[in-house]
């Protein structure tokens, strides 16, 4: 039996006393991509201007313990914190934030330790897939996505005529962002952010993010008081770190103000469904189809880079869940998220936009699938093979390890299991007469410490 485990850092916490049907999985957290791009943006009712970024995507985030609503704001007297505002406040005044921005911004900022803790602290997420998509359509979450599209039907019909994108779509981002908009962040980001800029683990990155803040403050879309977010410098309905912000946001309101944080979610709405609509997305594609494969369907051909029109995998024996052919929509790609053993999909090219969210799959699928329950669909119909046993973080670490040592290209030995290990893994199975499916498996990490 062989499973892609969901396996990322935990990146936000929940409450102790939420259910898991009713909490949010992931958030968004973008992350730089390795190659910096000039990426302009979308040109809606007003947008930002156009400002150099990294593509970016967040990271999921699982059930935990509590919320960012209900953390401590432990501010603690810090001289060394404060004298290093000061020494930044020379650097954010050097690209344009004016003295009085920078003075309200940081009006009763202090260092915040729990913000310290939180970052410092994120236990590895590692969560099946099948347990991740059960809470991600879960039925409390279908039936309130369901509710909040009738409750904002006029504001996210015009959103899909202007962009392009389903509302449906729209609304399960939303829903696994901040489970349509009920948790979106208490915490004053300033001082998270800041703190976080201090703190130096990744003080580059956020120092980027705090200027991007004080530039959001300073063309008057939020008040300093009102910037509110996750500890980890989200923001929003839809979870846009600043700099993400300042690419993409867009005023669909026309108040003239960019307003994500406010009980309306209209300009977050239409900012993500920009953000989609800015990488690629074709209205009227699915971004998969549950399929049914052959009996003796070789899973060496399930693979990204092996795409085909759905007529010629029908050729072949895959069919869409009901047996028919699907039609077809574009070139896919055949998906096996728990390997040969769970539900198989059919992935367009809208799976790959909102990839740029997340490149876990788990997310991907959750979102579509969401949308898709939303609109109206079934349940995924496959049945998940339930009780697998995972590799621990260590074992996948070691599984690099030896595939690295056997001459399979790994970049880096860091106990994910992405694209790189996912060749690396099928590339082996290949090699010892295994079925090359790519799964970061028990029987694979035994195979390999055999010799």
Avoid: C
């Avoid at 990271?59 to 960012?68: E, G, M, N």
């Avoid at 026309?254 to 920009?274: C, F, H, Q, V, Y």
């Avoid at 998969?288 to 085909?308: C, H, Q």
């Avoid at 093979?385 to 070691?398: I, Q, V």
């Amino acid at each position: 039996m062989r499973i892609r485990l969901l396996t990322l850092p935990i990146v936000g916490l929940l409450s102790a006393t939420q259910s898991p049907a009713a909490a949010p999985e992931t958030s968004l957290r973008p992350q730089p991509r390795p190659a910096a791009a000039m990426i302009e943006t979308v040109v809606p009712v007003r947008a930002a201007q156009p400002v150099p970024v990294r593509s970016l995507r967040p990271v999921l985030r699982p059930a935990d313990l509590q919320s960012d609503a209900q953390m401590v704001r432990v501010s603690t007297a810090n001289a060394s914190f404060d004298r290093w505002v000061a020494s930044f406040r020379g650097r954010a005044l050097a690209q344009g934030i004016s003295p009085r921005v920078f003075d309200a911004a940081f009006r009763g900022v202090s260092y915040n330790s729990e913000v310290v803790h939180k970052d410092r602290n994120q236990a590895e997420f590692k969560r099946q897939i099948w347990d991740y998509l059960d809470s991600a359509a879960s039925p409390d979450r279908v039936r309130n996505g369901q509710a909040a599209l009738r409750r904002h039907a006029r504001a996210l019909a015009a959103i899909e005529r202007t962009y392009g994108v389903e509302k449906e779509v729209v609304t399960a981002v939303w829903g696994l962002e901040t489970a349509y908009g009920e948790r979106r962040g208490t915490l004053p980001l300033i001082e998270s952010v800041a703190t976080l800029a201090y703190d130096g683990r990744r003080g580059a990155f956020f120092e980027k993010q705090l200027i991007a803040a004080l530039q959001i403050i300073q063309a008057g879309d939020v008040d300093p008081r009102d910037m509110k977010g996750s500890w980890a410098g989200a923001m929003g309905h839809t979870q846009f770190i600043p700099t993400s912000y300042l690419a993409y946001a867009v005023d669909f309101t026309g108040d003239g103000k960019r307003d994500i944080w406010s009980d309306d979610p209209t300009d977050a709405l239409a900012s993500t469904a920009a953000y989609l609509k800015r990488f690629g997305w074709t209205k009227g594609q699915p971004w998969g189809v549950e399929v049914r494969l052959p009996r003796g369907f070789n899973a060496a051909t399930a693979k990204r880079d092996n795409r085909k029109m759905p007529s010629q995998w029908a050729a072949q024996g895959v069919v869409g869940i009901d047996g028919r052919p699907v039609p077809d929509y574009g070139r896919a790609a055949i998906l096996l998220p728990a390997g040969t053993q769970g539900a198989a999909f059919m992935i367009f090219d809208n799976f790959r936009v909102i990839e740029r969210y997340n490149n876990a799959d788990a997310y991907v699928i959750g979102v579509g699938h969401l949308s898709d329950r939303i609109k109206g669909g079934p349940e995924i119909q496959a049945s998940w093979p339930r009780g697998y046993a995972p590799l621990s973080f260590d074992e996948r670490k070691e599984m690099q390890r030896r595939l690295k040592a056997k001459g399979f290209a790994l970049e880096k030995i860091d106990g994910i299991i992405g694209p790189n290990t996912t060749n690396a893994i099928r590339a082996y199975q290949q090699s010892v007469g295994m079925a090359p499916d790519g799964f970061p498996s028990q029987d694979v990490l035994k195979r390999l410490r055999g010799g």
